[in-house]
């Protein structure tokens, strides 16, 4: 799905990242560890398309990305990020589950559709009518990531997403997140922990000083 090669993101004369050659498998998760400031959010924003490399190829599906041309807005559509602290619109869980779908102009029944199987997939299948506002810190989690299940993306990028909440919706999310390579979405999970390769199934990305010390086997 990706090839990264000779990249390095610098900030200033500060270099971040700096990755010679590193491949992600299509259908497959990833747990992507390292201490703080390791470069893990960096290579998430690079994966997402958001951030360009200061130097270095990327290449998404076997084809180079450019990233002075408008092409990389159609990878875009196909890449979903979901941050730790997600944010949630005022107005129902419905509507927020939507609003990805409406953006990319999908209404009607296929909108509906879309919207419940997401919602059933994080156990919220009766909160549609719910005030997202007025959701706990865990619902809302679910939510978030009932929103990204919703566009079907390609890949699925997680930035800590079982942090900071309780037990009961971290095994739920983690369920959810392990059945995805199965349906073909590649995932690919920033953690602390270190059980969760072994739990999820999933092969490892370790991040030293913004270089890996642990390449995906």
Do not use: C
Request: charged share 25%; net charge positive.
């Amino acid at each position: 799905m990706y090839r990264l090669r000779g990249i390095r993101m610098r900030y200033g004369t500060r270099t971040v990242l700096a990755i010679d050659d590193l491949s992600i498998a299509a259908g497959r998760l990833y747990t992507l560890a390292g201490p703080n400031g390791a470069g893990k959010s960096t290579l998430l924003a690079i994966l997402a398309f958001l951030s360009p490399p200061t130097e270095g190829e990327v290449y998404y599906a076997g084809a180079r990305v450019d990233w002075a041309r408008g092409s990389v807005r159609d990878r875009r559509l196909k890449v979903t990020l979901l941050h730790q602290s997600p944010y949630l619109f005022g107005g129902t869980v419905r509507a927020n589950v939507a609003f990805g779908l409406k953006a990319r102009g999908i209404a009607g029944d296929a909108q509906r559709r879309s919207v419940a199987r997401a919602l059933e997939a994080v156990g919220l299948g009766e909160f549609g009518d719910r005030k997202a506002r007025e959701l706990s810190g865990g619902e809302a989690q679910r939510v978030a990531m009932a929103r990204a299940l919703a566009l079907e993306p390609e890949v699925l990028l997680l930035d800590e997403p079982l942090a900071n909440i309780d037990r009961e919706t971290a095994a739920l999310l983690e369920s959810v997140i392990a059945s995805l390579p199965a349906r073909g979405t590649t995932v690919v999970m920033t953690t602390h922990d270190p059980d969760h390769p072994a739990r999820l199934n999933g092969a490892s990305i370790v991040l030293e000083g913004g270089r890996v010390v642990r390449p995906s086997p």
